[in-house]
């Protein structure tokens, strides 16, 4: 931890108390007697002045006191240098551990070797790298040697380096299909999957970027609702007029309004007796008029009321590199890199993979990248690669050797290069969403302008 680092998460669990104590209608003063605190304390926390073991205490004093949860008030240390965080390959190399899978005979053998590779406790990935033991001849999904495991609650880019065997199940049925360097895919939560090496000589790995999404920052309401619950809230989204009537049930519920009521309301404002009663019956999908219609008398966006049908787009998706052209960026007449995209799912739209080819005696400075997910790096190739980053003021610059991996926060703007007389650099970047979802974003748009920056880190007390 370095004394800038350790000072902002001071300040932000200071802003944090303060924050709370806010939207609990307490003064700084209301606080300190409730919770029984020196009042010179309680400033000193909320200033950012005291010791992390001050405000962790206040902070469970106020989980204890207020009906508000422990992990809401909670702020994580900031572990990057700047937004970047990098983990070496020897690094890597010492979280070295086995998996034992049964193989045809029943005997437990090993089948995985498992290393982490980058990640950070401000994001929400655990990519691993994985080099498959098991070894098979043929692809099929049945073979004896090859074990599944139950599918898990993360979400899965992998990327692939080597000849290795992939195979998922769905609705147990088994799938296999053989990848190379440069496939890739993704894998629905919970989807049944396993993979095996091909080549005894040359074995081959994978880069399994695992992650988990909204659902699995939302798993404590899931556990107070219950299976049934989330089940009813989801309806059966397989096709469009399932997703469809699943939203507008649930908003018919929130309004506490009735089928005829929202007829009564649809009839007022002009619309045909038939539709009408197609629409609230949930049995079509309302055109692009009458979604508005609709939204209008649910007091809703139109938005809120729109699925997109995803019955073609199944749970597992594999993308071949030899399928998927490659481009240049960020120019073609001054490029700093050639893309080719990896494996995409409209389920995850903010799941942005590439494969990366950092071009040598390239004479730009121009290949910058900023955007609002959170980022993996993994150096595949033989060649260092320079990156420079940029955090508000401050301008930093690492080099990513080969097996090193690294961490990129949201917003930090970033480059890579490799040095003129070196072959081109080989990076797999995996971006993800994280909590900064369009929804949030849309909420925060809404925000009074002049307080905006007060959701960075509260300072006033509101009443
Ligand atoms: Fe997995």
Redesign the pocket.
């Known amino acids: 931890m370095n004394e800038t680092r350790d000072k902002r998460h001071l300040a932000a669990l200071g802003s944090r108390i303060f924050s709370e104590a806010n939207d609990l209608k307490r003064t700084p003063e209301a606080l300190a007697e409730e919770i029984e605190f020196d009042i010179d304390t309680i400033h000193a926390a909320i200033d950012g002045r005291s010791p992390v073991e001050t405000a962790e205490a206040i902070i469970r004093a106020m989980a204890d006191k207020y009906p508000v949860s422990l992990a809401d008030l909670w702020v994580e240390p900031d572990d990057t240098e700047s937004g970047v965080k990098i983990m070496r390959d020897e690094e890597s190399r010492a979280t070295l551990r086995f998996f034992d899978r049964k193989d045809r005979d029943g005997d437990l053998t090993p089948y995985y070797e498992y290393r982490d590779t980058a990640m950070s406790r401000t994001a929400p990935f655990k990519p691993e790298w994985i080099q498959p033991i098991r070894l098979v001849d043929d692809a099929d999904p049945d073979n004896p040697d090859v074990a599944y495991?139950h599918g898990?609650l993360m979400h899965?880019c992998t990327f692939f380096i080597g000849e290795v065997n992939f195979y998922w199940r769905i609705a147990g049925q088994g799938y296999c299909t053989e990848m190379n360097t440069g496939d890739s895919n993704y894998?629905s939560p919970f989807v049944p999957?396993s993979f095996a090496g091909r080549n005894p000589d040359r074995p081959g790995l994978i880069l399994?970027v695992?992650y988990g999404g909204d659902v699995r920052r939302a798993l404590g309401q899931f556990g107070l609702i219950g299976p049934n619950s989330a089940d009813e809230l989801a309806g059966n989204p397989t096709n469009s007029i399932g997703a469809f009537r699943a939203r507008l049930d649930r908003y018919l519920a929130a309004e506490s309004l009735n089928r005829q009521d929202l007829a009564d309301r649809l009839l007022a404002g002009g619309m045909d007796r038939t539709r009408i009663d197609m629409l609230t019956g949930g049995n079509e999908v309302p055109t692009a008029d009458e979604t508005v219609a609709l939204a209008k008398a649910l007091h809703i966006r139109a938005e809120d009321l729109m699925v997109t049908p995803l019955e073609d787009e199944g749970p597992v998706t594999v993308r071949y590199a030899g399928d998927t052209p490659e481009r240049l960026y960020p120019k073609v007449n001054n490029p700093a890199y050639r893309m080719r995209e990896l494996a995409r799912t409209r389920r995850q739209p903010g799941l942005k993979g590439f494969d990366l080819s950092v071009l040598s005696g390239v004479d730009t400075t121009e290949g910058q990248f900023r955007h609002s997910l959170h980022q993996y790096v993994y150096n595949y190739g033989g060649v260092p690669v320079s990156v420079l980053w940029n955090e508000g003021e401050n301008e930093n610059a690492d080099i990513i050797n080969p097996g090193d991996s690294a961490y990129i926060r949201p917003m930090v703007s970033h480059s890579f290069s490799v040095a003129p007389d070196q072959d081109e650099g080989r990076l797999v970047i995996v971006r993800i969403p994280g909590t900064l979802s369009d929804a949030v974003i849309d909420e925060f748009s809404t925000f009074a302008v002049e307080g905006r920056s007060r959701v960075a880190g509260e300072t006033k007390q509101w009443f």
Request: proline fraction near 0%; glycine fraction near 0%; hydrophobic fraction near 30%.
């Open positions: 495991n898990h899965q894998i999957h399994a695992t």
